[in-house]
């Protein structure tokens, strides 16, 4: 027994039971320990109970190491700074600042560095970025604004809250920061997504001759796997092994995560195997570079042999094993990992229900994700996120929305990925005002300085027709990425501004982007909604040739759209037969189309045919074709063709029309009866038609159905759904107020004063509806 040589010592030094305390490995030897210290007069000896204070907050026993704290009645700054410390390692935050707050209002003692660095790591546990402000001005009013521990903490508080900008701030105010100062930032830029950030941040220590130690290199090895940088990575690998931190496991680790990432899944697996006895980090690493390869078999038999090992599988593995990556067709495989961890106990666990949300919504399993949500008692922000876009990517944007609203009310902070996917809902939905007040809350919340947040800005700005906002947002963007370049070039397109996705993709080639496969698809719908067809052609041209990106059916039917909206669709045809890949539904749909426009006949036919081969369900084709018929009065033919798609049970979706008045979003369909103001949206739309007859205007019919009476197939024309829309914004704003409808990301505004010639090319262009 650990104390059975000091019974019959008569007095024992202070040291002897100080070495003893720190040598206890069991709860049972220090209370036996702590017994002696009691009956040899010790206990109120405040260095002797300093000590045991700490011990037994090490063990978790931090209620009674308060207690123990309780019995000194003048305790000194070192004993509160210990249990400070102790509180906020046993998940108390709410006691470290309790008695951080006891320390300064009712002691003469002052905190010094280690105080707030201590208070300030406990606060952030807190869910109110409050305390911690807080705690950060104290710090700075007591002279420690510079200090390494505090600066340090207050570091990490402001990075585990997303404050990115802020957290680069305090760090960059350090005079001389240490290896675990610079560790904090850059694991915690990793896991704020932060990837280019954190890589700098790392370059920038081995600039200033910081020394670094493995877990910099650990920390640092995610950010290149996850921008799949390998051969940077690599130089990593090289500095490790230089070092001698290659065979550390964590480095290893993080090895087998960049090598899995890079899509170089033997690498990964010969490195795993390096590790004599991995451990579990390092088995879900390897579960998840497998699921990530998409070699689901591989991951499910890894998981067996962790399993067989004796090692036993926690909310990491099993998130590992989730086929986030490559959910479509392992829906089977989704639900029996769900039932794994329903029998594992961690069903509920955040990240699992997180992951398992992510796979349903993706599988278009909107009612499991949301069930499973729903069930998940403490939803982490990752899990508010999941099913906000869940909703987003499902077109469910109001349910988006609601549900970000709801997470406004309980007062969940959001994050990047938070605003990005709500924006991404506002765009789909052209609720402009609410992406208005997002964008106050980004400015709010200082992400405005975020890559994604702002690309995903001004592509909702520009979805929702305010491309001067879009194009405002982009100028002033200090970074920039290839997606950014590609939505503004998108977002030009959307307006018909060809010549300006023209200039900025000139722009972007001189600014050393290199461009993607989106790129040009970008740029080829800009020049096709333009006409801008020896510019598109140059553009396709050079993708293959100068770029060496291999053009996909996007390409292919983009560059048909081009050249059958320009009328040349004997040059269309001649070009889908010398494509280098067989041409697909898009691409003949595109020469339907253009088909459509000029009213080819036996083109369309042919075009047709190949369709209902190659997508026979896709009844939008059936309406095409039905509709190039009518615009030659070939009735019959039209018939024949309807006929057969209501053979084959083929509906359309009922094309719908968005309007927002206020901050609130009415959505029409065409000949929509059910709004609570049809009658007045009627009216007015009667006496618009009335004028607009007036001034010699005459409905085109003749894509509407053939066999009723004229009036009849006018009135069909007339109840357009963005004719009604149209006449709601007119009953329900005041004169010279813009009107914004959004029909299929196509955005219209217009003053009140102009209502009737939009009406006039509503009515012309858009009577597939009715079909």
Avoid at 302 to 331: D, M, Q, W, Y
Avoid at 640 to 664: F, N, S
Wanted: contains cysteine.
């Amino acid at each position: 027994m650990i104390c059975r040589n000091l019974i019959s010592s008569t007095a024992p030094s202070r040291n002897i039971f100080l070495n003893l305390i720190g040598k206890a490995s069991t709860i049972n030897q220090f209370n036996q320990i702590h017994a002696q210290v009691i009956l040899n007069g010790l206990h109120n000896d405040l260095i002797t109970v300093t000590k045991l204070t700490q011990k037994l907050a090490d063990f978790g026993a931090i209620d009674q190491a308060h207690l123990l704290f309780s019995t000194i009645s003048e305790p000194d700054l070192f004993l509160f700074n210990v249990l400070i410390r102790g509180f906020s390692l046993n998940s108390s935050s709410s006691s470290a600042i309790s008695l951080y707050s006891h320390l300064r209002r009712n002691t003469s003692l002052k905190p010094d560095n280690f105080t707030y660095a201590f208070a300030i790591s406990a606060s952030s546990s807190l869910g109110s970025k409050e305390t911690g402000r807080i705690l950060h001005g104290h710090s700075i009013v007591d002279g420690f604004e510079f200090d390494l521990f505090v600066g340090s903490a207050v570091t990490d508080f402001y990075i585990k809250f997303s404050q990115v900008q802020t957290a680069q701030r305090v760090f960059d105010r350090i005079p001389d920061p240490d290896t675990v100062a610079w560790n904090t930032l850059i694991s915690g830029l990793v896991r704020n997504c932060c990837f280019d950030e954190s890589i700098e941040v790392f370059e920038n220590m081995l600039l200033r001759g910081t020394p670094f130690d493995s877990t910099t290199l650990a920390a640092v090895l995610p950010a290149y796997a996850e921008l799949q940088e390998l051969k940077i990575g690599m130089k990593i690998q090289s500095l490790a092994m230089k070092t001698g931190f290659h065979s550390h496991a964590h480095v290893l680790t993080g090895l087998v995560s960049l090598y899995s990432k890079c899509g170089e899944v033997s690498t990964a697996t010969f490195l795993f195997e390096q590790i004599g006895q991995p451990d579990l980090i390092s088995w879900n690493a390897m579960i998840s570079g497998y699921t990530f390869n998409g070699k689901t078999e591989s991951a499910v038999s890894l998981v067996r042999e962790l399993l067989i090992s004796g090692e036993k599988a926690n909310s990491s593995t099993i998130v590992g094993l989730i086929p986030v990556f490559s959910p479509i067709g392992h829906l089977d495989l989704t639900r029996s990992i769900h039932g794994l961890a329903i029998k594992s106990g961690v069903d509920l666990n955040a990240s699992v229900s997180t992951a398992l949300t992510t796979v349903y919504n993706r599988l278009n399993e909107v009612e499991s994700a949301k069930q499973l949500f729903d069930e998940t008692p403490e939803k982490s922000l990752a899990s508010w996120n999941a099913m906000i876009s869940g909703y987003a990517q499902n077109g469910l944007t109001e349910m988006a929305i609601s549900l970000f609203q709801q997470m406004q009310m309980l007062n969940v902070h959001p994050n990047p990925v938070t605003v990005t996917s709500i924006l991404s809902a506002c765009a789909q939905l052209g609720a402009l005002s609410l992406g208005k007040w997002v964008h106050e809350l980004i400015i709010r919340e200082n992400f405005e300085f975020n890559v994604y947040v702002s690309t995903a800005l001004i592509d909702m700005y520009a979805k929702c027709g305010r491309i001067r906002e879009a194009q405002f947002i982009f100028n002033n963007m200090q970074e920039k990425n290839v997606v950014t370049w590609n939505t503004m070039i998108a977002a030009f397109g959307l307006h018909g501004q060809g010549n300006e996705a023209l200039r900025l993709f000139s722009e972007m080639l001189n600014a050393g982007v290199s461009p993607t496969g989106v790129t040009f698809l970008s740029v080829l719908h800009a020049c096709s909604h333009a006409g801008l067809v020896s510019e598109g052609d140059m553009i396709f041209k050079s993708m293959i040739h100068d770029h060496g990106v291999e053009p996909g059916q996007e390409h292919y039917a983009c560059m048909v759209d081009l050249l059958g909206r320009a009328g040349q669709l004997d040059k269309a045809l001649e070009f889908i037969k010398t494509m280098s890949v067989e041409p697909g539904p898009g691409v003949w749909g595109a020469l339907l189309g253009g088909c459509m426009i000029h009213k080819e006949t036996d083109l369309a036919r042919m075009a047709s045919d190949k369709l209902f081969e190659l997508d026979p369900d896709n009844v939008g084709y059936y309406v095409l074709l039905s509709n190039i018929y009518s615009a030659e009065r070939n009735y019959p033919e039209a018939a024949v063709v309807r006929r057969v798609a209501k053979k084959r049970k083929l509906t359309k979706t009922p094309g719908c029309t968005l309007i927002e008045v206020g901050e609130t979003i009415h959505v029409f369909t065409a000949g929509d009866v059910f709004h609570p103001q049809s009658e007045a949206i009627y009216a007015m739309l009667e006496k618009l038609t009335g004028k607009m007859r007036e001034a010699g205007f005459r409905t085109e019919t003749d894509m509407a159905l053939h066999d009723v009476e004229e009036e009849e197939r006018e009135q069909m024309v007339k109840v357009h759904s963005e004719k009604l829309a149209i006449a709601f914004g007119l009953i329900s704003s005041e004169p010279g107020t813009e009107i914004r409808i959004i029909k299929n990301l196509r955005v219209f505004h217009f003053k009140t004063g102009t209502a009737s010639y939009y009406l006039g090319l509503v009515s012309c262009s858009c009577v597939t509806e009715q079909v």
